[in-house]
T-cell receptor, first 116, second 109 residues
Framework: GAVVSQHPSWVICKSGTSVKIECRSL??????MFWYRQFPKQSLMLMAT?????????EQGVEKDKFLINHASLTLSTLTVTSAHPEDSSFYIC????????????FGDGTRLSIL | GQNIDQPTEMTATEGAIVQINCTYQ??????LFWYQQHAGEAPTFLSY??LDGLEEKGRFSSFLSRSKGYSYLLLKELQMKDSASYLC??????????WGAGTKLIIKP
């Protein structure tokens, strides 16, 4: 069964709207979660690393004021796309790392964001 | 720098065997992962290797050579549903995953 839950799975909204995406680890604690973006027919691109109780670490070229990340608990991280525009339309995927030894990252099902 | 290389696309026939290669260069090494991603879906975990050798899991096997910075994913008895992208990812000394661009596998009847 799913170990990482991501909601919503699909969002369509008008330009200028802010959209919040939630990522929850269901049966393990995740001090670190990752947010990825994937454009059609392209590879995963890491946007930021979300750390529980501290500021997220953003990859080069990712605007931290536009993509707000909050990791308030050991099982929940949120990504808010502020004032979204059509170029922000993409597939956003979160993953969480199980800290127990030799465990992979588990991915959420992704959020397809379409900005009109 | 850190880098993962894997072929962009491969084609194979249903029922056959295909091997997808991956070479990596990372700062430190904490294991090599393979994920499968169908179009429009999130990646799903296939395998993890941290020691040299072959790990077999049903129709899928994964091999690692740490000295060569090399891994492969072997898929046997290919089925049409195996058509997907296969992502190779190496974990560095900071436990960050370094991702390859993925190999799109096309299965033909």
């Amino acid at each position: 069964g799913a170990v990482v839950s991501q909601h919503p799975s699909w969002v369509i909204c008008k330009s200028g709207t802010s959209v919040k995406i939630e990522c929850r680890s269901l049966d393990f604690q995740a001090t670190t979660m990752f947010w990825y973006r994937q454009f059609p027919k392209q590879s995963l691109m890491l946007m930021a690393t979300s750390n529980e109780g501290s500021k997220a670490t953003y990859e080069q070229g990712v605007e931290k004021d536009k993509f707000l990340i909050n990791h308030a608990s050991l099982t929940l991280s949120t990504l808010t796309v502020t004032s979204a525009h059509p170029e922000d339309s993409s597939f956003y995927i979160c993953s969480a790392r199980d800290l127990r030894e030799n465990q992979p990252q588990h991915f959420g099902d992704g959020t397809r964001l379409s900005i009109l | 720098g850190q880098n993962i290389d894997q072929p962009t696309e491969m084609t194979a026939t249903e029922g056959a065997i295909v091997q997808i290669n991956c070479t990596y260069q990372t700062s430190g090494f904490n294991g090599l992962f393979w994920y499968q991603q169908h179009a429009g879906e999130a990646p799903t975990f296939l395998s993890y290797n941290v020691l040299d050798g072959l790990e077999e899991k049903g129709r899928f096997s994964s091999f690692l050579s740490r000295s060569k910075g090399y891994s492969y994913l072997l898929l046997k008895e290919l089925q049409m549903k195996d058509s997907a992208s296969y992502l190779c990812a190496a974990m560095d000394s900071n436990y960050q995953l370094i991702w390859g661009a993925g190999t799109k596998l096309i299965i033909k009847p």
